[in-house]
């Protein structure tokens, strides 16, 4: 009877994909817990898509997304950097600075971040508008067991948390693939037009866990 119990809770707490089309993560005070965990099987990339859309007052430092591995604290991280003004892909520990772009406060805005480990190049796409494509880090797989963060920066794999580097504000539409998207599905990406779900993180079936003040709510539309 115990074990048929116990058995029972486990099913009861077992996390299972969500479609969160049309709502948002809330991410509402600074601070060096809260975060939301995104889970994905798989563990080997030699090329990646990442989108997002997010909307914030910050005027300091903060991750966007955190993807850690045991070998690299920062193998996918997209960071905005205040000092200088620009969004930030890291890939394998390596980064590379976007400057020029409108992050204006109060705003949505959609960020796609590209990589391919042939070339190795990385490309970001905001608001639509790509950038110079440049080289970052090329040879190696992203490989290993993957920890993805919404809402800090990862110093270590799972944890190393930083408040003044903690997001605040919404979150939608995150999605990743394991290819570098077309400038068409990006574009719809941005556009919110029929578009391939991501493979490796869905938005439309996300398995997640939420740790500490992080609230799932109705995305906000403005209306005319």
Known sequence: ????????????????????????????????RAHVRLNTTMQDFSAV???????????RDHALFSLATPSHQNDIMIYWEETNKQMQPHIRNAKVGYGGWDYKPYTW???????????????????GQPSTRRFISSGSNIGGSPII???????????????????????????????????????????ELNFSPGNVLNWRALDFQITERVLVEEKQKICY
């Not at 994909?17 to 948002?24: C, R, T």
């Not at 898509?49 to 005027?59: E, G, I, N, P």
């Not at 805005?109 to 990385?122: E, F, R």
């Open 1 to 32: 009877m115990m074990f048929l119990l116990v058995l029972i809770m486990l099913t009861a707490c077992a996390a299972s994909p969500q479609d969160l089309s049309n709502k948002m993560f809330t991410f509402p005070q600074q601070t060096n």
């Open 49 to 59: 898509t990442v989108c997002h859309r997010s909307f914030t007052d910050l005027k």
């Open 109 to 127: 805005h959609s960020v796609c971040t590209t990589w391919d480990s042939a070339s190795g190049l990385v490309q970001l796409w905001f608001d």
């Open 149 to 191: 963060i919404l809402g800090q920066d990862q110093d270590t794999h799972g944890g190393g948390f930083d408040s003044k580097q903690s997001f605040i504000g919404m979150m939608t539409d995150v999605h990743m693939w394991d290819y570098v998207l077309s400038p068409c599905e990006i574009h719809n990406y941005v556009d």
